[in-house]
């Protein structure tokens, strides 16, 4: 059965950078769909990234797009969150969560929580001088 987990969290002054990671066992990532989700104390949980199955497309929440590279290496089985020229309002507890595809999904992926199906634990990111 399919688990991730996160690693990457931590403290960083605005304007610095963070890669967040999510490493996959029980199963390989090549057939899931994985996004990275974020929750800031008394907010909704909000999409900030995907990658689809293969590799192939990427979608950023307005918030953080050219800030963020979402990017997978099927080897390691670990998909990554590079964050950099971090913001105040990027604090928030980090999610992994993956979301199993069949064929005619393999190219997409939506940021949305309820398509996906094993979430990590979650990591901490603060963005505080």
């Known amino acids: 059965q399919l688990q991730v987990a996160e690693s990457g969290g931590g403290l960083v002054q605005p304007g610095g950078s963070l890669r967040l990671s999510c490493a996959a066992s029980g199963s390989t990532l090549d057939y899931y769909a994985i996004a990275w989700f974020r929750q800031a104390p008394g907010k909704e949980r909000e999409g900030v990234s995907c990658i689809s199955s293969n590799g192939g497309g990427a979608n950023y929440a307005d918030s953080v797009r050219g800030r963020f590279t979402i990017s997978r290496d099927n080897a390691k089985n670990t998909v990554y969150l590079q964050m950099n020229s971090l913001k105040p309002e990027d604090t928030a507890v980090y999610y992994c969560?993956?979301?199993?595809?069949?064929?005619?999904?393999?190219?997409?992926?939506?940021?949305?929580?309820?398509?996906?199906?094993?979430w990590g634990q979650g990591t901490q990111v603060t963005v505080s001088s």
């Open positions: 969560a993956a979301r199993n595809v069949v064929v005619s999904q393999r190219w997409g992926c939506p940021i949305a929580t309820t398509r996906y199906d094993y």
